[in-house]
């Protein structure tokens, strides 16, 4: 889904070894490091139950154009760490990325979602 070396061209720096996570959750491997994470869901996701994802996400959603069939924010802050959540529908998938910045995030899908048939 993402290589070591795309992660270091959107963090500027590498981010370690990629862990594949296997969840409920998430279809398709998962990338994980400490500052960046991107997973697809499994279930097949509509307008609408994604929408239910996106209101029940802590934070107010900023919409992001041209990602997508649709794609949102979140700018996050949990004990001493300032993070950014994407939420994007593509089809029936939803994609769901972690990242230190917004532009990092951003970066993150434009690599990843030409990925996802």
Known sequence: MLSVSQATDVLHRSPGRAEEITQEEVSE???QEAELYVSVARASYD???????VDHTKGQPVTEAGLADAAYSFHVQEASRDFVLLDILKGSRLVQITAPTAEDARQTALLVLPQLH
């Open 29 to 31: 491997c998962a990338y």
């Open 47 to 53: 307008r609408q139950s994604f929408r239910d994802v």
